[in-house]
């Protein structure tokens, strides 16, 4: 069953405490991004990798950290230095001839 | 000013009725894109489009690169095309998508 996994699909936390968001692909692309999406905001890019053990900041990368140690792997770290963290996070990945991205199902990420 | 502008924010109509959806965008692009996000989260990509005019079922996409506009149009809609209807698009020789912040569909039976 090819596509992208994010899990869990809801997630709480308290205030504080880091908590790192999962994102796996096996459609063997070479592009992952991070979105963020707020109510009645277009998304927002929060970082992305273009190559295993290589990623760029986003817009909105402050109070976040990632990684790409495998092709399949981009974990997302939300930070205790991250004001609002509460929000909907989607990881894509994307494909360059023809430029594309494919979306994940996302998690909800609630800070209490 | 936002570089990628969608009207209406809301849109409710009608089972049957033609609905049109606007996007604007202040950038030279490369691609616009046209994506589907259900009410569970999930977005899907339903057009690209670099210059003219794409049909898919009942969708059509079109895009004015000197007016820097794409409009999709849904005729016959139906109740399960209620979703946010979003347009992003790619900047010259940028590696990322810009979005716009979305159009929330409602079609009522």
């Not at chain 1, 402050?62 to 092709?71: A, L, P, T």
């Not at chain 2, 959806?21 to 994506?35: E, T």
């Not at chain 2, 690209?48 to 996409?61: N, T, V, W, Y």
Request: glycine content about 10%; aromatic content about 10%; overall charge positive.
């Amino acid at each position: 069953d090819g596509g992208i996994t994010q899990s869990p699909k809801y997630l709480f936390r308290k205030e504080g405490q880091n908590v790192t968001l999962s994102c796996e692909q096996n459609l063997n692309h070479d592009a992952m991004y991070w979105y963020r999406q707020d109510p009645g905001q277009g998304l927002r890019l929060i970082y992305y990798s273009q190559i295993v053990n290589d990623f760029q900041k986003g817009d909105i990368a402050e109070g976040y950290s990632v990684s790409r140690e495998k092709k399949e792997s981009f974990p997302l770290t939300v930070t205790s230095a991250q004001k609002n963290p509460t929000a909907f996070y989607l990881c894509a990945t994307g494909t360059d001839d023809p430029y594309t991205q494919y979306f994940g199902p996302g998690t909800r990420l609630t800070v209490l | 000013k936002n570089e990628v502008e969608q009207s209406p924010q809301n849109l409710t109509a009608q089972e049957g009725e033609f609905i049109t959806i606007n996007c604007s965008y202040s950038v030279g692009i490369s691609a616009l894109h046209w994506l589907q996000q259900h009410p569970g989260g999930g977005i899907v990509s339903l057009f690209m489009l670099s210059s003219g005019k794409k049909k898919h079922g009942r969708l059509i996409a079109t895009i004015n690169i000197q007016e820097k506009h794409s409009s999709l149009h849904i005729t016959a809609s139906h109740p399960r095309d209620s979703a946010v209807y979003i347009c992003a698009v790619r900047g010259l020789g940028a590696q990322k998508l810009v979005f716009g912040q979305g159009t929330r569909l409602t079609i009522n039976p």
